[in-house]
Nanobody, 125 residues
Framework: QVQLVESGGGLVQAGDSLRLSCAAS????????MGWFRQAPGKEREFVAA????????YYADSVKGRFTISRDNAKNTVYLQMNSLKPEDTAVYYC??????????????????WGQGTQVTVSS
């Protein structure tokens, strides 16, 4: 089993940067691909970025490509989301998830095995 705890959210202005962290417990962290999703009020949870277990492949939503960077440190059991040039439309609760079965798409929330509790990101204009 994997437990995930996100941190690093906050209130920032448009154009600012934030780095989210997701700390995982469990010795099998390095065998999971990891993803970041976000959910704004009244909207469905949407894919943001994902990274394979080795960090060799990354995937991004078009809306964040070029602004956000996902990375992981398996020695620290942590995955990161560096968010630059933030926009008001990036405002949401951000969740990290762990997925073991890469036959399934990493872009689909229902395919994930574990989720954190989320961290709020608010971007003011």
């Amino acid at each position: 089993q994997v437990q995930l705890v996100e941190s690093g959210g906050g209130l920032v202005q448009a154009g600012d940067s934030l780095r989210l962290s997701c700390a995982a417990s469990g010795r099998t962290f390095s065998t999971y691909a990891m993803g970041w999703f976000r959910q704004a009020p009244g909207k469905e949870r949407e894919f943001v970025a994902a990274i394979t277990w080795s960090g060799g492949f990354t995937y991004y939503a078009d809306s964040v490509k070029g602004r956000f960077t996902i990375s992981r440190d398996n020695a620290k059991n942590t995955v990161y989301l560096q968010m630059n040039s933030l926009k008001p439309e990036d405002t949401a609760v951000y969740y990290c998830g762990a997925i073991s079965n890469l036959v399934r798409s990493v872009r689909t929330a229902a395919n994930y095995d574990y989720w954190g509790q989320g961290t709020q990101v608010t971007v003011s204009s």
